[in-house]
């Protein structure tokens, strides 16, 4: 079964840093993708990026966070990290790692939102003003 757990977050002033973890467990082959997202209250899930954690792939869309944000991981802990820099009021929200069933496919990259089926429960980032 896979499960994704993430950590991190918290509360930070404006102008601040935050990483974020996301543990990985429960899949069965190497080349799994992992994403990170993002929901404020009142608004849509928006995507922040996505990393191919075996081959370190790394997908950021055009967004309010590019730039500013960094997807990493630890293959070997099967740990992926979102890290925040320059966090802004409007960054609070909170975060969710996901990923697809399938493995990384070269011919469909990045994977679309809708193809993420396994979601974690999400860790709160709040950034004060």
């Known amino acids: 079964e896979v499960q994704l757990v993430e950590s991190g977050g918290g509360l930070v002033h404006a102008g601040g840093s935050l990483r974020l973890s996301c543990d990985v467990s429960g899949f069965t082959f190497d080349e799994y993708v992992i994403g990170w997202f993002r929901q404020a209250p009142g608004k849509e899930r928006e995507a922040i990026g996505c990393i191919s954690d075996s081959d370190g792939w790394i997908y950021y869309p055009d967004s309010s966070v590019r730039g500013r944000f960094t997807i990493s991981s630890d293959y070997a802990e099967k740990t992926v990290y979102l890290q925040m820099n320059s966090l802004k009021a409007e960054d609070t929200a909170v975060y969710y790692c996901?990923?697809?069933?399938?493995?990384?496919?070269?011919?469909?990259?990045?994977?679309?939102?809708?193809?993420?089926?396994?979601w974690g429960r999400g860790t709160q980032v709040t950034v004060s003003s």
């Open positions: 996901a990923a697809p069933e399938r493995e990384r496919n070269k011919y469909f990259w990045p994977p679309e939102t809708y193809d993420y089926s396994f």
